[in-house]
């Protein structure tokens, strides 16, 4: 599966979850696709926001920090309404209208009833422990429901699971390199009447290596 397909497959399950959260219950599969794209294309804007304003604001240490998720959030409209730099500078104090109603989306009703789909949240009269379900993010909590023994084997060496250990390859033959098998090769190959090894590329005619014109 490419990084495109993958991606977009990760995303689905969210967008499902809060299309039902706000009372959809049925979509067709291209506008499903289509929000997958478009949610793609917005995370894709605000991560190479955060970048350049981390690689200019310390391009000593270009991580993004706060700060720079903060502007990158300005840059892509996610705070509004907010005024502008020198709105603030004129209006003596900094404007946090935007900041404060993210805060409260996420911290309000709407975020919450997506948290309940989701399953971070219980509902009412699940015999569940909500500190346990809030320990378990979201793509652990899907790879579990849809695994059938609920190991984590299947996704090792994936961008789903741990990294794999590292280990040798041998190559059939015995060889337990690429270049101990490239010596091999080239031990066995027939040397020629000048003692240096062929480079297994036929010699050009003698005809063409000869000096003179060449005939059209």
């Known amino acids: 599966m490419s990084g495109h397909n993958l991606h977009n497959a990760l995303l689905r399950p969210p967008i499902i979850q809060i299309l039902r959260a706000q009372?959809?219950?049925?979509?067709?599969?291209?506008?499903?696709e289509?929000?997958?794209?478009?949610?793609?294309?917005?995370l894709m804007?605000?991560?190479?926001a955060t970048a350049a304003h981390a690689a200019n604001a310390h391009p000593e240490d270009p991580s993004p920090v706060l700060e720079d998720v903060y502007q990158a959030l300005q840059d892509a409209g996610a705070l509004r309404p907010q005024l502008r730099e020198w709105e603030e500078d004129w209006a003596g104090e900094e404007d946090m209208r935007g900041l404060e109603s993210l805060l409260g989306w996420i911290t309000g009703p709407a975020h919450h009833e997506i948290r309940r789909i989701a399953g971070f949240v219980p509902s009412e009269g699940d015999m569940v422990d909500p500190d346990a379900m809030e320990k378990v993010d979201f793509l652990t909590s899907l790879k579990t429901k849809h695994s059938k023994t609920g190991e984590e084997s299947?996704?090792?060496?994936?961008?789903?699971?741990?990294?794999a250990e590292e280990h040798p390859v041998v190559i059939e033959g015995g060889a337990p390199s690429i270049r101990e098998w490239g010596a091999q090769v080239r031990s066995r190959a027939p040397l020629s009447p000048g003692g240096s090894e062929t480079?297994?590329?036929s010699s050009a005619p003698s005809h063409l290596s000869e000096d003179g014109p060449m005939e059209v």
């Open 23 to 32: 009372g959809f219950h049925s979509t067709r599969p291209s506008v499903l």
């Open 34 to 42: 289509s929000l997958a794209d478009l949610t793609g294309r917005y």
């Open 45 to 48: 804007i605000l991560a190479s």
């Open 154 to 163: 299947r996704y090792a060496g994936t961008v789903l699971g741990k990294s």
């Open 199 to 201: 480079s297994g590329v």
